[in-house]
């Protein structure tokens, strides 16, 4: 958000880093760098090196008729990691809801490894964007579900900043981060993504089942998939 409570988004991709840090019964962290990019679904104008395939995705329509509010006339955007090759795998991705340049609502569209299930947490407006809510959807085998979230977003156009904490009784446990700025949108800035970031969607699935194999090293305690509904939305308000 900038100072004037305004919220500034581009069409373009973002580099960074998403990290990982575990306080609950064993201690384990870590921080991958990547890229992902940010599209306004409805005409967007990004190079087609960078552009998300939008028919794995949801739909502007889709996406707003998850939210209880009037959002109907909002600019919807999407920020992902773009696939490759046809292939692609999103541990989350985000719709942003803009409106006369107010961040106005988001949408955590949340997809769980082995299980392939997906899950969307429709955020409607909060103050400062921080939302508060209960865990609803089993992500890891390695956290329980009585857990409470705490998400904030910063969008500035050239930088993203969204950081999720986890909460046990008021205490955390866990905390992850992902921090990012403006790459650039060129087609050059497009091929020099793809050859430094080349195998990224195969990298992030095989990363998940490798920070799992270090967890159950240290012995993290395994939670049993609670056999919720394989696909479901909750709107927060």
């Known amino acids: 958000m900038l100072r004037d ?60 008729s998850l939210f209880s509010a009037d959002v109907a006339d909002s600019e919807v955007w999407l920020l992902t990691q773009p696939s490759l090759f046809g292939r692609s ?27 392939d299930e997906t899950h969307c947490y429709a955020l409607e407006q909060s103050t400062d964007n921080v939302w508060i809510f209960d865990k609803e959807f089993h992500v890891s085998p390695f956290m329980p579900m009585a857990l409470r979230y705490v998400w904030r977003f910063e969008v500035e156009g050239d930088r993203i900043l969204i950081t999720m904490q986890l909460l046990d009784n008021g205490e955390r446990i866990f905390a992850a981060a992902l921090n990012l700025k403006a790459a650039g949108c060129s087609w050059s800035q497009a091929c020099r993504l793809r050859l430094r970031y080349p195998c990224q969607n195969l990298l992030t699935l095989s990363r998940i089942y490798w920070q799992a194999l270090l967890l159950k090293i240290k012995g993290a305690r395994f939670h049993a998939h609670p056999d919720q509904s394989a696909t479901a939305s909750t709107t927060i308000h």
């Open 5 to 64: 409570g305004t919220t500034r988004v581009v069409e373009n991709a973002f580099e960074g880093t998403v990290s990982h840090s575990r306080q609950y019964d064993v201690r384990h962290q870590f921080r991958y760098r990547l890229w992902m990019a940010l599209a306004r679904l409805d005409n967007s104008e990004l190079p087609r090196l960078l552009r998300p395939n939008f028919n794995r995705y949801l739909s502007s329509s889709e996406a707003l």
């Open 89 to 115: 795998f999103n541990p989350v991705s985000f719709y942003f809801l803009v409106r006369d340049g107010q961040l106005i609502g988001v949408l955590g569209h949340i997809t769980n490894t082995p299980w």
